[in-house]
């Protein structure tokens, strides 16, 4: 079988799947229409997120056998349509989840510690040590909305804090030993820190919004490793400014481009985000989250190993 991979990605990939007798080939640089033109002439084709795979594409894609995304979500992608086209669709939540779960605690311990905000203030000569009295997460009630793979490697950083630990999913019974699984009312009436780890979808677009935020009982730290769509930005500003949200950790954000690998031009930000921009009590990263150099091999080992499986003899 001929695969296309159009983003690159670690050199094992294609070692792997060479040694299994898959046949490689690159394309970092074609536009999504040239790469309709030819790839009907291949049966597999693996993508990061450079650009969607919509229905047009997958019209033209008449001998493909699967899609394999190095990463964890599938939202570039006409699922439904591949589906129906009889198309596998392969993602690797499990080859990152141990990176985003190392990066949430780390936003979390930076945000109670003042971290980031104190270091530039000491490069800039000033000793501010009260205004910058951390608090502990020891004793705290963290909840995680979506326990899924993402959501369980916080949880299991989370066992070496003496913190009781809530999980909210609409599929049931998938609590462990790491969280107790309660219902939305239960973790917005106990929490103190709030994890996202949901994929986008239309049950979690622009789901953290003013209703959703007034609904906690106390104020919290919010956390998004996942997807920055999943949170209105104007309305969390506002409960940042008026303390309902006492800071935030974000990884993404709502204005970053599908392809995730850039926001938006200097002159064009929205005003909300200009304002996030300049609060103390907010950390930003650009959607690096499961972005490790362990990662990126085990993101790799991880596709390889599910299409080897799949289609190893056909």
Not at 211 to 225: A, G, Q, V
Not at 281 to 292: F, M
Request: glycine share 8%; with cysteine; charged share 25%.
């Amino acid at each position: 079988m001929k695969i296309l991979h159009l983003d690159s990605n670690h050199p094992l990939l294609l070692k792997m799947l060479e040694e299994a007798g898959f046949l490689n080939e690159e394309n970092y640089k074609s536009s999504k229409s040239e790469i309709e033109e030819i790839i009907s002439n291949y049966g597999g084709i693996i993508i990061r997120s450079r650009f969607n795979i919509d229905k047009q594409f997958l019209d033209a894609a008449k001998n493909l056998k699967f899609i394999a995304r190095v990463g964890a979500g599938l939202e570039s992608i006409d699922t439904e349509y591949a589906e129906k086209l009889g198309i596998k669709l392969i993602a690797a939540p499990e080859g990152n989840r141990n990176a985003v779960g190392e990066h949430a605690l780390g936003m979390l311990l930076s945000l109670f510690n003042n971290l980031n905000k104190a270091d530039r203030e000491v490069k800039r000569g000033l000793w501010n040590r009260e205004p910058n009295r951390g608090i502990e997460l020891d004793g705290k009630t963290v909840g995680i909305i979506g326990y899924g793979n993402m959501g369980k490697a916080f949880a299991k950083k989370l066992r070496g804090f003496d913190c009781e630990v809530l999980c909210y999913d609409i599929k049931e019974k998938v609590g462990d030993e790491n969280a107790r699984q309660v219902s939305l009312k239960e973790l917005q009436q106990n929490v103190d820190v709030l994890s996202l780890n949901t994929p986008w979808t239309p049950l979690t677009d622009k789901m953290i919004n003013s209703e959703f935020i007034n609904s906690f009982s106390k104020p919290f730290w919010l956390i998004n490793t996942a997807r920055g769509k999943s949170v209105v930005t104007v309305d969390l500003v506002s409960a940042l400014k008026s303390g309902k949200i006492l800071g935030s950790g974000l990884d993404v954000l709502e204005f970053e481009k599908l392809s995730f690998e850039t926001l938006f031009d200097s002159d064009s930000l929205p005003n909300s985000l200009k304002e996030l921009f300049a609060m103390d009590n907010v950390i930003l990263s650009p959607h690096i989250a499961g972005w490790t150099v362990e990662s990126k091999e085990k993101l790799a080992m991880v596709i390889a190993e599910k299409i080897i499986q799949s289609f190893k003899n056909t």
